[in-house]
């Protein structure tokens, strides 16, 4: 289902239009003193409380669409409407529900408005978010067919195919096609003329005419044109919405056309190209599509002229739409008769230029690095590693590597035992250039390591010293190790900064393990605190918060003024990721609370807006809110008591024991789809994650249950082999009986992961949203 908004400052033309399509059925009115009143009562009711606010979004009209092929009968697609108004917060509003029968898919028609009784604007914010949240909760309950949610899945939003319309005027369908595709293409695109935009809209149909008017203004007018030779007449810009008027995209149009940006997409755009070429010894016409997007992800498309190739348009990352002659004349097709010359010579490299013998390097680089990387036991440091490798040792990555692929492809087949051959003899001055690149680098980071560390000491940001050793708790956290009045990274002696402590006494309870993900978060944090990072230095991510579960001894050493500070930095980094998090599930405000709830984090009212806080750290810490999710949690009819019934969700984790960051991990990995360890989790650790249940149950269903009931299985398994090992009296009785039982308890345990309608035992301490 899609599901599609747009507001205005009027509504007569939308309600023309809704209720004078023929066949028209109107299946409900939403809060209105009776359901048998005339579409011309609505309307006036519906126009006389829009105009108590002077708001530009007085209107809204939404649209509900379902794909071809897909059936409701009159009485689901209304209660759908339904659910999809009070979600999106129109559960007060009055409004209309009609059902069109003019194209191949089923859709509803939704004439409301966002100004309530009392003359003040609905909140409507994140109606973007809240509408996708909305259709997704809906299509999944009603077992309607998912549509795609990403930009990159996502095709434009055309829900009416000009070959079905018949005479479409301005007052009927063609201009809610024409803000479809418009709309969607201004979105996706960074268009800057005219002229560009008309070649963009002409797959669907339409076409672009600029106006003049006796004034002088230009404007411009759209019409469709479809295959079957039907032209409907033009429509002004303005006509068929405000935003597409001539001045308003002519002012669209400059802005994008100035950005300082454009220069830079420009150079890297040629720079690329330029490359390729200088790869290739000759490209077929027709492959230059998929060469560019193998090598470079970069998309174009052919211009063709009655099949004949004239040159390429690239559509960027950037959104921006560029000509190839509009970025060099050295790139167009046409003046490069020597790669392009002959469209039926194959495609192939040239093998002896210098970019063909810079890609070779780049994927042994590529090779030796992944090979380090993937390695079980990361032994030593890079560059250690780097020379113990001999070619052979690489050929399984380089094998593997997209790149080597890309670059074995284009090479005759009689070449390419010379080619492998190559790459072989290339192999030795990789490795020693990137073991001296390496090496520079490590030796960098650690002196940068020790100049922070004497930072931190300086500042006081921990109580720890050298007298018992409690140091080596902050040379830890950031991956250095210290001995015989040396620092050293903790799994290497290669580089070393002389320290001279006077043999630091080494305490007896250590952390055996440190994450080295968790070690580069710390070592930001920890630049910050000691204000040591820039503008430019990386922004701490959502998992800084747990570093206090990964150095506790550390960071209960902590200055309490260091702490208060880290505390809210680390818990606005979370709740950023949070809500990218909780985007897909979030249908109200009324959801961001109770999602943020099931979490351990509850919202308070400030004196400048609302704030933040949880129950991992310390209550007197907290972090404001942006200004506008402010207002949007004002937007909650019954705020108060929605604040109120926080209470009891966040009072269940503590007395439940739930309020530690283990729990919160668990939750952690289970939104970035890490199951395994989730499970392990489950199963042996027995940490269940802070989640809201509607967010368990999607990742339940997304292969999570799959890896619970493997760790439960495997957790029985070894249970059982103690017991073996026990002596024959635990076999005899394991084998007389309890075979049966054991079983049994086993399923009940995957049950409690299966079936979340059952009551939770108390001791598994699933109290909460499960």
């Known amino acids: 289902m899609i599901a599609k908004i747009i507001y205005g400052e009027t509504c007569q033309g939308t309600l023309n239009y809704v209720f004078g399509k023929e066949g028209m059925r109107i299946l409900g009115y939403g809060n209105t003193f009776s359901q048998s009143i005339s579409p011309k009562f609505f309307g006036n009711v519906l126009h006389f409380q829009g105009q108590r606010n002077d708001t530009k979004n007085r209107y809204a009209h939404i649209s509900l669409n379902l794909p071809h092929g897909e059936h409701l009968d009159d009485g689901t697609f209304l209660k759908i409407s339904e659910e999809y108004m009070e979600n999106m917060g129109y559960r007060r509003q009055p409004y209309v529900v009609v059902r069109h029968h003019d194209t191949k898919h089923e859709h509803v028609h939704i004439v409301t408005t966002n100004v309530k009784e009392d003359g003040k604007v609905l909140g409507i914010f994140n109606s973007h978010r809240r509408s996708i949240a909305t259709r997704q909760y809906l299509e999944k309950k009603y077992g309607l067919f998912q549509a795609p949610t990403t930009k990159q899945k996502r095709q434009l939003p055309i829900y009416r195919l000009p070959e079905l319309q018949f005479e479409m005027d301005a007052e009927k369908g063609t201009k809610y096609y024409l803000q479809d595709v418009l709309n969607g293409i201004n979105q996706k695109y960074k268009v800057r003329s005219f002229e560009e935009l008309a070649k963009l809209v002409k797959p669907y149909h339409i076409d672009v005419k600029q106006t003049k008017s006796e004034s002088g203004r230009i404007g411009v007018a759209f019409g469709l044109n479809n295959q079957k030779g039907y032209r409907t007449r033009f429509i002004n810009g303005s006509a068929v919405h405000r935003g597409l008027s001539g001045p308003k995209l002519q002012k669209v149009f400059d802005l994008h056309s100035k950005s300082r940006l454009l220069p830079m997409h420009r150079k890297r755009l040629l720079k690329q190209i330029e490359t390729t070429y200088g790869l290739f010894k000759t490209i077929r016409p027709t492959e230059i599509e998929d060469v560019l997007k193998e090598y470079h992800d970069i998309d174009i498309k052919l211009d ?52 063909f013998k810079l890609e070779i390097q780049k994927v042994i680089k590529e090779a030796l690095t992944t090979s380090y990387l993937k390695s079980q036991k990361q032994e030593g440091l890079l560059s250690e590693h780097i020379m113990t490798m001999n070619f052979g040792d690489i050929v399984p990555n380089l094998t593997a590597s997209k790149n080597h692929n890309f670059l074995e492809r284009y090479i005759p087949r009689n070449r390419r035992t010379e080619f492998r051959k190559a790459v072989e003899n290339t192999f030795p001055m990789v490795r020693e250039r990137l073991y001296e690149l390496e090496t520079k680098k490590e030796k960098e980071t650690l002196e940068n390591k020790f100049k922070l560390i004497g930072n931190v000491l300086r500042k006081e940001v921990f109580n720890v010293g050298t007298k018992q050793g409690s140091v080596r708790l902050l040379f830890q956290s950031l991956g250095v190790k210290y001995n015989n009045n040396k620092l050293s990274f903790t799994n290497s002696n290669k580089h070393s900064v002389p320290v001279p402590l006077n043999h630091l006494p080494f305490p007896e309870n250590m952390e055996k393990h440190v994450s080295s993900g968790f070690v580069r978060q710390n070592h930001l944090m920890l630049e910050m605190l000691s204000e040591q990072s820039s503008d430019n230095s990386p922004k701490p991510m959502a998992s800084t918060i747990f570093l206090p579960m990964i150095f506790p001894k550390l960071y209960d050493k902590m200055n309490p003024v260091y702490k208060k500070q880290f505390e809210s930095v680390a818990l606005g980094s979370y709740v950023k990721h949070a809500e990218r998090m909780h985007a897909p599930f979030e249908k109200s405000a009324k959801d961001y609370i109770a999602f943020f709830n099931a979490k351990g984090f509850y919202f308070v009212k400030g004196a400048k807006g609302f704030e933040i806080k949880s129950i991992y750290i310390n209550n007197k810490t907290s972090c404001p809110l942006p200004k506008r999710t402010s207002q949007y949690l004002r937007s909650i009819p019954d705020l108060n008591e929605a604040l109120k019934e926080q209470q009891p969700v966040i009072n269940g984790l503590i007395e439940e024991g739930r309020n530690n960051l283990e729990n919160l991990w668990a939750g952690h990995l289970m939104e970035r789809g890490m199951y395994d360890k989730v499970a392990f989790m489950l199963t042996a650790e027995k940490v269940y994650p802070n989640l809201h249940r509607e967010m368990v149950q999607h990742h339940m269903d997304s292969g999570l249950r799959e890896s619970v009931n493997t760790a439960s299985a495997r957790h029985y398994n070894i249970q059982q082999n103690r017991l073996l090992r026990k002596g024959v009296y635990a076999v005899s009785s394991l084998l007389s009986g309890s075979g049966k039982k054991t079983e049994e308890v086993y399923n009940g345990f995957k049950d409690e992961f299966s079936d979340f309608t059952k009551p939770k035992r108390k001791g598994m301490g699933m109290g909460l949203p499960w």
Do not use: H
């Open 304 to 355: 063709k002229n009655e099949e004949v190739i004239e040159g390429y348009t690239i559509y960027d990352k950037s959104g921006y739409v560029f000509r190839a002659r509009e970025l060099g004349k050295n790139i167009r097709m046409q003046n490069r008769k020597d790669i392009f010359s002959n469209g039926n010579e194959p495609t192939q490299f040239d093998t002896e230029s210098k970019q």
